[in-house]
């Protein structure tokens, strides 16, 4: 496993796009006194040599790259104006140019878009809780100030189209699209409740269409013609979640509660057969705790609660790795291969007022040496990188 200390590399923090053992893109924020400018770059993580492939000033850094990685060739580069107006900055990954550049106007507050292909995107808004707009997007007044919308954005068009589909009332973040089968698919995850937190029937299910389906069911009716493909009560397990998509590929999680069982399961395309299931790991999860999720890995790790005196790290998926620590160092963040543990924690720094910054602990787990850094971490199948944070509680 190898250490990429790129600690002192940065005079600010880096956002990062995409990272692999041999490279790593990123956005820089350059602020200044006459405008704020966001430099895309590319790093050589072996010669550290840098590439600059695109600057953009007054992009909004997390709308901005939030839709990166939703379609494999471009992305947006968000800005919201004076007038409340979003202006969007096409960017293709390959050449770097802006090849598009328009205007929204949103319903209220822009929240998300989420990419469905190069002419349609799905937007959440969130607006005043008035009556044509829970009548506009079939919502029930639940006494609420402010309701999240979402709608079809047609961009040639610029027209809206309400989603009045109730899978969308549902806390899921992302909706990604992959290639299933050579089509274009949306899966979506859908689920109402933090089941572990309150109770069994929250609801939860993964559903999946065609995107084509998907523009075509929502400008007919506002419906969005989701085809379940795994949810809450299938094989008995009370809940299940969305772990990691990829073309052709679906890895989700499903736990039962009271037996404290849990299962990671792929789902793989295979055209007129549906999706076809395999069982990666099974494992039992202790009472209390924490549960980490190395999907790089397909391991899945136990730790306690922070007051704990015994901190004793658990491989649910592989019992025969265990780690320990003394617990000074925060809480567990990932085990790279059999040389080193990662804690991450806040301590508190005296800048011009006293704040709390972000530290990464790295133990040898060889000598039982550790060493601290003011940073945070990334990591890739092969390597551990370190990188500044600026990040103050």
């Known amino acids: 496993m190898e250490r990429i200390d790129l600690l002192d590399t940065f005079n600010r923090e880096v956002e990062v796009l995409e990272l692999n053992d041999e490279w790593m893109i990123y956005a820089l924020d350059q602020k200044n006194e006459v405008k704020d400018i966001c430099s895309i770059e590319k ?10 492939l695109i600057p953009l000033d007054y992009t909004r850094l997390w709308e901005s790259f939030k839709t990166y990685g939703q379609m494999p060739g471009f992305f947006y580069a968000v800005n919201v104006l004076a007038d409340y107006r979003v202006r ?22 822009i929240i998300n878009i989420y990419s469905l292909n190069e002419d349609y995107m799905i937007i959440t808004d969130e607006v005043k809780a008035q009556k044509e707009v829970l009548e506009k997007f079939g919502l029930a007044n639940e006494g609420r100030r402010y309701v999240n919308v979402r709608y079809l954005y047609e961009i040639h068009t610029g027209k809206k189209y309400p989603i009045k589909d109730r899978h969308f009332d549902s806390m899921t973040e992302d ?3 992959r290639l299933m089968g050579g089509v274009p698919m949306i899966i979506y995850e859908a689920f109402y409740k933090n089941e572990p937190d309150e109770s069994m029937d929250g609801g939860s299910e993964i559903l999946t269409v065609p995107v084509d389906e998907f523009i075509a069911h929502v400008k007919a009716d506002g419906m969005a013609g989701l085809t379940r493909v795994t949810g809450a009560g299938d094989a008995g397990f009370d809940y299940v ?30 055209g007129d057969d549906g999706y076809v299931p395999e069982i990666l790991k099974a494992y039992d999860i202790p009472q209390g705790g924490n549960i980490f999720y190395d999907l790089t890995e397909k391991k899945v790790y136990w730790f306690p609660e922070e007051e704990a005196q015994d901190k004793k790290v658990l491989c649910l998926t592989e019992p025969s790795q265990v780690a320990a620590y003394d617990g000074k160092y925060g809480n567990f ?22 704040e709390y910054h972000e530290y990464v602990a790295i133990h040898n787990l060889k000598n039982g040496h550790v060493e601290t850094v003011a940073g945070r971490f990334e990591r890739t199948p092969g390597a551990l990188v370190l990188l500044r944070s600026f990040l103050a509680l």
Do not use: C
């Open 43 to 52: 790093m050589n993580l072996k010669t550290r040599q840098i590439q600059r």
């Open 88 to 109: 969007l900055r096409k960017i293709d990954k390959n050449t770097w140019e802006n090849t598009t550049d328009f205007l929204i106007t949103p319903e209220g507050e």
């Open 175 to 177: 909706i990604p699209v």
């Open 241 to 270: 979640r969305l772990m990691e998509t990829e073309n052709d590929r679906i890895i989700f999680r499903r736990r039962k509660i009271k037996e404290g069982h849990e299962e990671l399961v792929q789902l793989t395309f295979s």
């Open 333 to 354: 963040a990932g085990l790279f291969g059999d040389e080193w543990m990662i804690t991450t924690y806040y301590d508190e720094v005296f800048m011009k007022e006293y």
